[in-house]
């Protein structure tokens, strides 16, 4: 069992920055492709990257390509999303995953075993 804890949300200014961290507690994670989705309000959840174990291979929505960037240390079981240039669109609740049974990183959340809890991300103009 891997446990997912997300922070760094909060309110944003348009235009602005935020990284958002999600620690692993349990299992190892390092054979683990870990993903950011998020879901705006009242709408279905999305993907917005992923990265494999390795850090060496990374996939992310056209949404925020460009202006995303995933990252991970396994020394620490942390994964990051730096997000630069932020839209109002980008207002979500922001979910870390991990799947345990692909090694390259999936866009689909059905694939994904484990999920935090979430971090609201608002962003003002």
């Known amino acids: 069992q891997v446990q997912l804890v997300e922070s760094g949300g909060g309110l944003m200014q348009a235009g602005g920055s935020l990284r958002l961290s999600c620690a692993a507690s349990?299992?190892?994670?390092?054979?683990?492709?870990l993903g950011w989705f998020r879901q705006p309000p009242g709408k279905e959840r999305e993907f917005v990257a992923a990265?494999?174990?390795?850090?060496?291979?990374?996939a992310y929505a056209d949404s925020v390509k460009g202006r995303c960037t995933i990252s991970r240390d396994n020394a620490k079981n942390t994964v990051y999303l730096q997000m630069n240039s932020l839209k109002l669109e980008d207002t979500a609740v922001y979910y870390c995953?991990?799947?345990?049974?692909?090694?390259?990183?999936?866009?689909?959340?059905?694939?994904?075993?484990?999920w935090g809890q979430g971090t609201q991300v608002t962003v003002s103009s």
């Open positions: 995953a991990g799947d345990r049974q692909r090694w390259t990183p999936s866009t689909n959340d059905y694939e994904y075993d484990y």
């Open positions: 349990g299992r190892t994670f390092t054979n683990t492709v």
């Open positions: 990265i494999n174990w390795s850090g060496g291979i990374t």
